[in-house]
């Protein structure tokens, strides 16, 4: 089973909102509601920032947010900051393997 | 404070074997399934395997089935991957990471813990 397709990199300056994509196909991302999205600084314990496609855990701020077109889920910061730079990785169950990961997508606010 | 501690990480030669150890404390350890995740040097992550609370339901990635084993010690509070016949491609950070359920999967992972290299070499 194929790993889900993420950019390698996205860049933003600070306030301004980008978006990551995370393409998988009709067997995972297309059809469950189970896309979960993890931010990671090097050498630390990845964090959980979107889980079931849009949920926000208590404590993540309100600026990070997801969502999902057919087999594209999406996670959206908005009002983008300094400390948000890191890398980022979407996840999907797949009925096949259970769970697949993105390649990940470093973030770089300039 | 949910606490998540790895251990057991080494240099081994390929074939060789290795236990990874992920101590847990801060929460009711016997409440939730358990999962190691690993990122291979300048790769994304890999699911690895599943444990559910009572370990009535274990999976395993294809990459690994039959090579590794994942098990748990409730009294302890402690996950463990037992990592036989490696490979140079087993080299990655492994970590453990709390599954939000208990006897199946939610598919998303609330805390992880910082990890433990693993490295295949000769």
């Known amino acids: 089973h194929s790993a889900l397709t993420q950019p390698a990199s996205v860049s933003g300056s600070p306030g301004q909102s980008i978006t990551i994509s995370c393409t998988g196909s009709s067997s995972d991302v297309g059809s469950y509601n189970l896309v979960s999205w993890y931010q990671h600084y090097p050498g630390k314990a990845p964090k959980l920032m979107i889980y079931?496609?849009?949920k926000r855990p208590s404590g993540v701020s309100d600026r990070f947010s997801g969502s999902k077109s057919g087999n594209t889920a999406s996670l959206t910061i908005s009002g983008l900051q300094a400390e948000d730079e890191a890398d980022y990785h979407c996840?999907?169950?797949?009925?096949?393997?259970?769970?697949?990961f993105g390649g990940g997508t470093k973030l770089t606010v300039l | 404070e949910v606490q998540l501690v790895e251990s057991g990480g080494a240099l081994v030669q390929p074939g060789g074997s290795l236990r990874l150890t992920c101590a847990a404390s801060g929460f009711t350890f016997i409440s939730y399934s358990m999962n190691w995740v690993r990122q291979a040097p300048g790769k994304g992550l890999e699911w690895v395997s599943y444990i559910s609370s009572t370990s009535d339901s274990i999976y395993y990635a294809d990459s690994v089935k039959g090579r590794f084993t994942i098990s748990r010690d409730n009294a302890k509070s402690s996950l463990y991957l037992q990592m036989n016949s490696l490979r140079d491609e087993d080299t990655a950070v492994y970590y453990c990471?709390?599954?939000?359920?208990?006897?199946?999967?939610?598919?998303?992972?609330?805390?992880w813990g910082q990890g433990t290299l693993v490295t295949v070499s000769s």
């Open positions: 996840c999907s169950y797949a009925h096949s393997t259970n769970l697949v």
């Open positions: 990471a709390r599954d939000r359920c208990s006897s199946s999967s939610c598919y998303w992972f609330d805390f």
């Open positions: 079931d496609d849009s």
